[in-house]
């Protein structure tokens, strides 16, 4: 029956997170902290080091590296000293730290979350606060070595994490001869490089229209690039194809990336990755920086990865992964046009990783040229599609991995046993068993069932066994049988033990 | 043979990173993630389960909470839309996430970044972006039982660290009780409490000067004050002593907090952890919200940990952990006047963890009541620490933790065997070994010795091993000699078992 003038008159305090962030916990938060040990370990098998930088950089070392997205950086507020921002990606601040350190050569990696003020789409994962997870080597060394072992921490961690994945690679040299090869002009070639990466959410019709009537592309032109860019297969076949052809060949820059690729070809069938890369002439990524080999991640089937349990389809973000929301932005429109796209479900999911060589961008902070490449896992849309297979597959959501719940239950003179089940806590404690029990002095037995919740074992405690020196160890997860069986006695003193091999 | 003109003549970018911050890699970042790693293992052994927050919040939602060290807090830029400041602790967003979801109990950990715009002290590990990490137990429960709880992570976290530390414990209502008995007017309890609170830097005359001369209290009633406040000793020696005090204990707070201490010494028993615990009527913590039992930590024997191997005496950061930087003003008052403070080297050390119960800070969101109680630990204090003992022990500073290092040799014939130790690593990282090798295609012997460094394992790749199937597996260290000898021949097929078995 409450009125209007029931509301409270005072104006409460607007309780939720800024636009575009989220907080985590409960099983989103153990997943999350699942996947990031799980790419953590690869990283560390590969030698790799962690680097862990400011969240906020000077706004100097991040000006002049995003292009026009820089509009989306959080600024902080002037309060007299420097200018600052939060970081915009983890890219820029790993060349600005091997610049100021001046490291020759590093494998490093890096969590952490980046910032940008974009539209957010929560609902999709689109964030504003939202997690990169970067696996770089720095150095100079013999070519194609680095890049090879990037791309087999690439299958590890999916492999890892049970994902079906391909690995789509193209190189920047060989794209870039190839247009030129075709007739477009050296200034025109970036533009169309972009059109040519719409070609996996788009038909080369689409494309094609897109060259001509809005770039002014001669139709010829646009044809023989056509000719080209609709071509992938695997890295030997094209690579066949593609030194077959005497006129692409006599292009200096297509000559030197083809001696790349076919070196990396050597290199991944030593590292057995070979069977999962496809090499896709239509692909170009976003980023100016790359110079070399360039590289997409895809989930190979992700409709069936993707129905969850009720039936509904789990939508994955559509935000970029590592390199700017020039990506995101593609893949925002694309999945805009999905049904002209046709209807594969791999054209909406997006790629879950993605990377490249980046010769120069460590030098333009006006010291050394250190040659890196690396990849940039795409964690929040990694976290989303994990998340559908496991409620599809109905696992449980435990939102706290306790192993122990210590009870305790007696008759009408029950004190509780708070102190016995401290203690008995105590001994599980030291010996590094997760354990609980309930904050009450005279928990009723139902109650602390109830309390126990999902963990697997119970040790419930009673005045006469404990007088024996004994307690009962009890396996959960009976239901209604859980109350009625009280579980097998077990010496005070093997109870540690009998509880490690439960937990085995 | 530079001249002035020879300087470049464009201003190169200042490549640092911002006041008060810094970056994190190498042994460091190792000992960092082995302190997270250690501390997190002991919230999960305790039912903890973790929460990540976004690094910005709703201005409003932090306004209010900080008193006078509002003025520290970072704000973003207006750029339209919503006002946002960084983080400033832990414990506010934690309120803030149970307010508005509602959660009626949970035991939470966090460890994160937080952001004060104070004046840094990189050198003492005082940091203007610094660590915390927060375990604190929510809910309604029956009294003392989460409080122990607390106390008994703390002695397991330190512990776990090999830290030989004494928990300092007061009652919030036992302190107030104390000062209206001993005549302070009500509105003076706080400042009073203050100028007590620094009783563990300075000698009892100059506190009780501060009472007298700067805050006006009558002479008679501070030295009532200093009568009990100079008392300390395990729980239950000081609760006989307090309990036999009829005038003190016919006043309610002291009542009402002895017997919250008479229970939690009962319970610390059951925990095995009182021996740890003093009770020192002197403590009173800076911040207003507590409402009961409070804590702080403190080394034991510092000046043994601080000496560092080279004989230099390593300096602990002197911010506040976990509640405000009022503490840590006072500490760095306190250490300008070490030399009248006495030489104890714990007082200069301060606290490495400290907390309380704090019952109406979640009531401020408008929202239900809902008790706390945690435990913040100064990260950064404790890798200080950490670090200096690291370093006087002489233990390895490993950068990274590469478990194999691959090699191949070979006479004039030698082609670098690059796809061969490629396909080695390959095995090993399939077996989740942690295995490099050198990114060249005909690296020289001594090369790759120098390239593997500290990695204590070397796979010898030799011709006419391999073509018996064959290769060399070496324990490194020896020095001079590791050139010489090449190791002992190991059957291919049993290379991954045999490194296994060394690395166990």
Redesign the interface.
């Known amino acids: 029956m409450a009125t209007p003038d029931a509301k ?1 008159a ?1 104006t ?8 575009g ?6 099983a989103d ?2 997943l999350r ?1 699942e996947v990031f040990q799980t790419i953590t ?1 690869v990283f ?15 706004k ?2 991040l000006a002049g590296k995003y292009g026009e997205d820089a509009r989306l950086m ?6 007299g ?2 200018l ?1 921002s ?1 970081r915009f990606d983890l890219t820029v601040p790993f060349a ?2 091997l ?2 350190n001046n490291i020759q050569q590093v ?2 990696y890096q969590i952490a ?1 980046v ?1 940008r ?1 974009d539209q957010p789409a929560i609902a999709r994962g689109r964030l504003r ?1 939202f997690h990169q997870c970067d696996f770089d ?1 720095a ?1 100079v ?2 070519p194609m ?2 890049d ?2 990037i791309l ?1 921490v690439v299958v ?1 961690v999916f492999r890892a994490l049970q994902l079906d994945i391909t690995i789509k690679m193209n190189h920047r040299r060989i794209l870039d001869g190839l247009f030129a090869v075709s007739g477009v002009p050296a200034d025109r070639i970036r533009p169309i490089s972009s059109a040519v990466d719409k070609l996996d959410k788009m038909p080369w019709a689409e494309v094609k229209k897109e060259m001509v009537e809005e770039k002014g592309l001669p139709e010829d032109v646009a044809d023989r690039i056509g000719g080209y860019v609709q071509r992938s297969g695997t890295i030997r076949d094209m690579l066949k194809t593609l030194q077959a052809d005497a006129e692409l060949c006599a292009n200096g820059d297509v000559k030197a990336g083809l001696d790349d690729v076919s070196l990396l070809a ?2 991944l ?4 990755v070979a069977d999962t890369v496809s090499f896709d002439l239509s692909l170009a990524r976003g980023l100016d920086y790359y110079t070399g080999l360039i590289f997409e991640v895809i989930v190979n089937h992700p409709s069936s990865t993707l129905t969850t349990a009720n039936g509904t389809t789990a939508t994955i973000p559509a935000e970029s992964v590592g390199d700017g929301s020039e990506e995101g932005a593609k893949q925002q429109s694309a999945s805009k046009k999905g049904k002209k796209a046709g209807e594969d479900p791999a054209s909406q999911v997006g790629s879950i990783a993605a990377g490249g060589r980046y010769d120069n961008l460590v030098g333009m ?3 050394r040229q250190i040659p890196c490449v690396g990849i940039s896992f795409g964690v929040d849309r990694i976290f989303t599609i994990l998340k559908a297979r496991r409620e599809q597959e109905e696992e449980s959501r435990r ?4 192993d122990v719940y210590v009870m305790a239950f007696g008759g009408k003179e029950f004190d509780g046993l ?3 089940r ?2 008995v ?2 001994r599980l ?1 030291d010996a ?5 029990f309930a ?3 005279k928990p009723r037995l139902p109650q602390q069932f109830k309390a126990a919740g999902d963990v697997p074992l119970a040790v419930i405690l009673g005045q006469d066994e404990l007088a024996a020196g004994q307690v009962r160890l009890k396996v959960l997860g009976q239901g209604e049988d859980d109350e009625k069986d009280r579980g097998r006695l077990v010496a005070m003193d093997d109870l540690v033990s009998e509880v490690k091999k439960l937990l085995l």
Chains 1, 2 share one sequence.
């Open positions: 409270p005072k409460a305090v607007q309780l939720k997170t800024p636009k962030t989220r907080d985590w916990s409960g938060m153990h902290d370990d560390k098998r590969h030698g790799g080091t962690p680097l862990d930088t400011p969240v906020f950089e000077l100097e070392i959080y600024d902080l507020e002037d309060q000293g420097e600052c939060l600005r730290w610049a100021m494998k490093r979350k910032y003020r606060e080597i150095g060394y013999d070595i680095p090879a072992e087999r590890e050597d290199y069938e030593a590292l057995e902070y006006g010291r939102t706290r991995l306790t708070l102190l016995e401290m203690a806590a105590r404690w590094g068993v997760r354990t609980e904050p009450k002095v």
